[in-house]
């Protein structure tokens, strides 16, 4: 669950990029985007902090949920051409991190 909550955490901290203009021949993520991803985040440190406190299942599968959803704003970045590398790589590093909490949330009894 901690990884959960430090995911969340980073998911919110893109909200430092919005507005920001990229170099000239690379594109960013759109705002909304980046405002998904960060509603993403808040969903997730709720969702595993209630299942920390409460010993809930539910909170359990709101947060892996809310990183499967994560996950899927994040895909474009592969997909988009003019990404810069330095982002694709960050990204595919989350999305493995997020896997793996997602695997382990699921897997709690």
């Known amino acids: 669950m901690v990884l959960a909550v430090l ?3 980073a998911d919110m901290g893109s909200l430092a990029l ?3 203009t990229p170099a000239p021949g690379e594109q960013g993520p759109p705002d909304a985007v ?5 509603v993403m985040g808040v969903i997730t440190i709720v969702g595993a902090v209630y299942a920390w406190t409460r010993r809930s299942r539910v909170g359990l599968r709101v947060a892996a949920a809310s990183r499967v ?3 899927v704003g994040g895909l474009p970045a ?13 990204s595919a590093v989350g999305l493995v ?3 793996v ?3 382990l949330l699921v897997s709690r009894r």
């Open 34 to 38: 980046l405002i998904f991803g960060a």
């Open 7 to 9: 995911l969340g955490l």
């Open 97 to 99: 991190i997020s896997l």
């Open 78 to 90: 592969f997909f988009v051409d003019g990404v810069p590398n330095g982002i694709v790589v960050l």
């Open 18 to 20: 919005l507005g920001a």
């Open 69 to 71: 959803l994560s996950i």
């Open 101 to 103: 909490t997602v695997a």
